[in-house]
């Protein structure tokens, strides 16, 4: 008898042995389930065991070490997740370590097994990044809508005119920043603002905060008509997604199925950048909902883009490749002010207080590092208010 255990917790029992069990191994692949390990197994206790041992349920070894050691290496390897320390235990206590970590993956917790990494050169090294972030479950309590294939698809093909843009037009700063104020106007406490497609009404480009930004509403809105059932809310939070991927940063996820709002924000919910680490917290965390860590990480995104006089009041680039995405906002920020480059009084608040600097440090000697913080801090920012479970 042949059993196939699955990461969806279900025994599968094939009584015709291994030639059968290749056709399962094959439909499990088509609706991307892959089963990871076939046991030969000759009795029904041992896929009760198994069950059991997915709950966290203490169980007695039946027959020694040995013959519990492939179980647990075979759901551990299901789950997509060796379980090496679980591998070398006969037994497993309900309120050990290895029964909360297996609680832990059978809620969902761990989201991507980090297995189906993307093969591209400048891409491998950055997607586990988040990855394990999720598979921690560091990023939980969303509760995503279901869309349909067809919106999935149309937000495919719009993913690709967006590049096409942005390479183009080289705006990939601008497309970053129509995405970040879109969402950073959202509050914590009264659920409203947030990336809900506001950004497309007068009312809300008239903000000074958005001075500017009714040039990329009016580069984007040929490729928007092109995709008229993708919402504005989407679409905005799409292209800053790709403004960071095509500039050589991190991959952040995307999950569509935003609704457009009618009703913008009140002025006043961005950050000023002429004041200090107060005020940083203020905005980013008792007005969003985020952390310490990603307040420096975001700051990182500094790294594309330039001031504009007529805009902020302010003049200048923070990096001397102000097209490319890399950790060098934060070497540039450490090694003091030169003439050319910009440092406004919220980046020099960073290394001034005593919880941000060691990331500003963290982020300027290892750029994996920050790479992984920023895509978990942007997925945050782009779903504010979005998806609560």
Same mark, same amino acid.
């Given at each position: ?72 290496? !075979? ?17 497993? !206590? ?57 919106? @999935? @698809? ?7 005119k967006l590049r096409g843009l942005i390479a183009e037009k080289k705006c990939a700063p601008l497309m970053l920043r129509?995405?970040?104020?879109? !969402? ?76 457009? @709002? ?59 490749n102000p097209l490319i995405f890399d950790n060098s906002y934060f070497k540039e920020l450490l090694s003091g002010e ?52």
């Open positions: 008898m042949i059993k196939l255990w699955y990461p969806s917790s279900v025994v599968w029992t094939n009584p015709k042995g291994r030639e059968g069990s290749r056709n399962i191994l094959q439909g499990a692949n088509k609706v991307k389930r892959p089963c990871r390990s076939i046991e030969s197994l000759g009795s029904d206790g041992f896929a009760r065991r198994c069950d059991r041992l997915e709950h966290g349920i203490s169980t007695p070894s039946q027959g020694g070490a040995n013959q519990d050691r492939p179980a647990l290496v !075979a759901f551990g390897s299901a789950l997509g997740r060796p379980i090496q320390s679980l591998s070398r235990r006969p037994r497993i !206590a309900a309120a050990g370590s290895g029964a909360k970590e297996i609680q832990r993956l059978q809620r969902g917790d761990r989201a991507f097994s980090g297995s189906r990494v993307e093969r591209d050169s400048d891409r491998v090294r950055r997607r586990p990044l988040l990855d394990s972030r999720l598979r921690r479950g560091r990023i939980m309590g969303k509760s995503y809508p279901t869309v349909s294939a067809e919106y @999935k @698809k149309a937000v495919e093909k719009c993913k690709r129509i995405a970040w104020h879109s !969402a950073g106007t959202f509050d914590v406490k009264t659920k409203t603002g947030g990336p809900f497609g506001t950004m497309k009404h007068a009312e809300e480009l008239g903000h000074e905060a958005n001075n500017g930004l009714d040039i990329a509403v009016r580069l984007l809105q040929p490729i928007k008509d092109q995709f008229p059932t993708i919402t504005y809310a989407d679409f905005y939070q799409l292209a800053g997604v790709v403004a960071v991927e095509i500039t050589g940063g991190p991959e952040v996820p995307f999950h569509p199925g935003r609704e457009d @709002k009618p009703k913008p924000p009140p002025e006043g919910r961005l950050p000023d950048a002429t004041k200090g680490s107060d005020h940083l917290r203020q905005v980013f965390s008792v007005q969003m909902g985020l952390s310490d860590q990603d307040i420096v990480a975001l700051s990182g995104g500094h790294t594309l883009g330039r001031c504009h006089k007529e805009r902020s009041g302010f003049e200048g680039p923070w990096t001397a030169k003439e050319g480059l910009l440092q406004l009084p919220s980046d020099k608040a960073l290394l001034a207080d005593p919880v941000f600097r060691p990331l500003v440090e963290k982020y300027a000697a290892d750029e994996d590092a920050f790479f992984g913080d920023y895509a978990e801090a942007h997925l945050k920012l782009s779903e504010l208010g979005f998806a609560e479970a």
